[in-house]
């Protein structure tokens, strides 16, 4: 299960967390939207969003060899949920005509004890509001939210190349999508160890920050790696 890799892990670095987790690792970084243009093909394990040791450990900005990066990536451009909510936002279909229920609710709810309508009524009105707000309010980051919590912004991670690869907050990140939002705010919840390793080498950072090791990315400068 998910929390047996990560408590697995936790055993491995002897609790030191410290040394493998990133120096703030809560910190939103801003990127501009387009450069995150991969997707895992299914979420790994060691990469969930909520990951706790027996309800007690919350960890984020883990800094991982490449032990745990062995995971299909695929374009996001081949993300069914994005194309469900472009049919949905901006061609105006009902939830039930767009590809978001064909590809995936269709399948997964059959064998749920949720039904579609209860789900509809649950999240999907949720979305909707979600969709409207942002279009009226603009993309606002979740310390800005009444009841937002900062760990909860959309994840990403940052593989040993240097590119950004999504891991959790479709529903935003598809809604920013649609509505042309240029920068959103990010928590990196995995960074590649030889990218950090990089970074404090070429810019002598002993301990950086997620803004300070995202820099590279952002102005391009990754190439040098």
Partial sequence: SCEQCVYGYYLETKGK?????????????YIPINSISKIFHKKPHSFRSKRFIFGKVFLKGLIL??????????????????DG??????????????IYYKKHIEKEWRSSSINWEEHKV????????????????????QSE?????????IEVCVSKKGEIIFIDG??????????????????????????????????????????E?????????ISKF
């Fill in 170 to 211: 479709k529903h935003r990140f598809a809604i920013a999508k649609i509505l042309g939002i240029k920068e959103i705010p990010v928590i990196v919840n995995v960074w590649h160890k030889d990218y950090i390793n990089w970074v404090k080498k070429e810019y002598n950072l002993k301990n950086p920050t997620p803004k």
């Fill in 17 to 29: 967390l410290s040394e493998n987790v990133i120096n703030k690792p809560f910190q939103p970084v």
């Fill in 122 to 141: 649950k999240n999907l009105s949720r979305w909707d509001k979600l969709y409207q707000d942002i279009k009226d309010n603009g993309y606002r980051p």
């Fill in 145 to 153: 939210i009444k009841g937002g919590k900062k760990e909860k912004e």
């Fill in 65 to 82: 060899s490449d032990n745990y990066w062995n995971f299909r990536i695929d374009n996001l451009e081949d993300f069914p949920f994005l």
């Fill in 213 to 221: 090791a995202i820099k590279p990315i952002l102005r391009e400068e």
């Fill in 85 to 98: 909510f472009k049919q949905r936002f901006i061609g105006k279909k009902e939830w039930e005509d767009t």
